[in-house]
């Protein structure tokens, strides 16, 4: 039991798993935000242009059926809620996917950086001229 609790501590305070965890924990909070812009700034202008609709609130209701027992409540397919929330992942899917396309720029720009060879520094006129002085010398002797 002893080994099974320190794989675990392993695990947990490796970076990857920490990482991990606030990479979930603000993922959440983003999609929160973006949730929020949706709801709030985006479709009620576009409730508005097409007459005053809130996308929640759009519903097909299905017809009663009465079961001898009494009257059943009557059934609603809330398609509405399904629009709203594919409008949700679609603006969430493209702000993560603007965030892995300007991550991925940075890294090939590092990237492109670091493997440039490094050109050596030209030689200062004092290295030139006391080069030309010793190959002098030795075409003397």
Known sequence: ???????????????????MAVGVIVGGAFGKIVTSIVNDIIMPPIGWIIG????????CTLPQVDLGAGELAPVTVNY????????????IAFCVFLLVKGINRMARRGKAREAAPATPPSPSKEVELLTEIRDLLKQRQ
């Open 80 to 91: 509405g809620n399904f629009l709203q929330t594919t409008f949700d992942f679609v603006i």
């Open 1 to 19: 039991m002893g080994k099974f609790i320190n794989e675990f501590k392993e695990f947990a305070v490796k970076g990857n798993a920490v990482d």
């Open 52 to 59: 005053g609709v809130k996308f929640t609130d759009l519903k």
